[in-house]
């Protein structure tokens, strides 16, 4: 017997492949992709009203602040898509999806003025705000896109001070 061979008679010790492996090599294909086409295939993954939902907020997003910067955080294998982040001198706001919902976090939503409203979850926290929607829900544009411009002003004060 020598060392460092470890195939008993030749035989090797292959394991078969499992869902596991499988499922990781897909997370894998995932994750070599750019941000925003990983939130253009969850957008198309969900294929629903909150794929529809989602896709409106990304575009007024993108309107409010044009330098805005896409990523996807949180990817794990239970996950692979992760969450779509918006960011611009730090994160403006998250967009996860559920099966009622789509939630838009605000990380630094407790320091923004919110005249309109739109801040309706996640209220009792000293720094983020969220809004929930729900289908059928409609967001008023305006407020919205204020709100995505303020933040990043937020941002880009935060970051000079």
Same mark, same amino acid.
């Given at each position: 017997m020598t060392r460092g061979n470890n195939t008993m008679a030749g035989k090797s010790k292959k394991k078969p492949a499992t869902k596991k492996k499988a499922a990781n090599k897909e997370t894998a294909k995932v994750a070599t992709k750019a941000p925003s086409?990983? #939130?253009?295939?969850r957008i198309k993954a969900l294929g629903d009203w909150r794929g529809k939902t989602l =896709?409106?907020? %990304?575009?007024? #997003?993108?309107?409010a602040?044009?330098?805005? #910067?896409?990523?996807?955080k949180? %990817?794990?294998? &239970? =996950? @692979?898509?992760?969450? @779509?982040?918006? =960011?611009?001198?730090? +994160? +403006?706001?998250?967009?996860?999806?559920?099966?009622?919902?789509?939630k838009l976090t605000f990380?630094?939503?407790?320091?923004?003025?919110? @005249?309109?409203?739109?801040?309706?979850? &996640?209220?009792e926290g000293n720094a983020r705000?969220? +809004?929930?929607?729900h289908e059928g829900d409609e967001i008023d544009e305006r407020a919205f896109k204020a709100l995505v411009r303020a933040a990043a002003a937020l941002n880009? &004060? &935060?970051?000079?001070g």
């Amino acid at each position: 017997m020598t060392r460092g061979n470890n195939t008993m008679a030749g035989k090797s010790k292959k394991k078969p492949a499992t869902k596991k492996k499988a499922a990781n090599k897909e997370t894998a294909k995932v994750a070599t992709k750019a941000p925003s086409k990983l #939130i253009d295939a969850r957008i198309k993954a969900l294929g629903d009203w909150r794929g529809k939902t989602l =896709s409106r907020v %990304r575009a007024l #997003i993108k309107q409010a602040d044009p330098e805005v #910067i896409e990523d996807v955080k949180w %990817r794990k294998p &239970s =996950s @692979p898509m992760g969450v @779509p982040v918006w =960011s611009h001198g730090g +994160i +403006i706001c998250t967009g996860e999806t559920y099966k009622d919902k789509v939630k838009l976090t605000f990380a630094k939503g407790a320091a923004l003025e919110d @005249p309109a409203g739109l801040f309706n979850a &996640s209220l009792e926290g000293n720094a983020r705000r969220a +809004i929930d929607l729900h289908e059928g829900d409609e967001i008023d544009e305006r407020a919205f896109k204020a709100l995505v411009r303020a933040a990043a002003a937020l941002n880009g &004060s &935060s970051a000079r001070g």
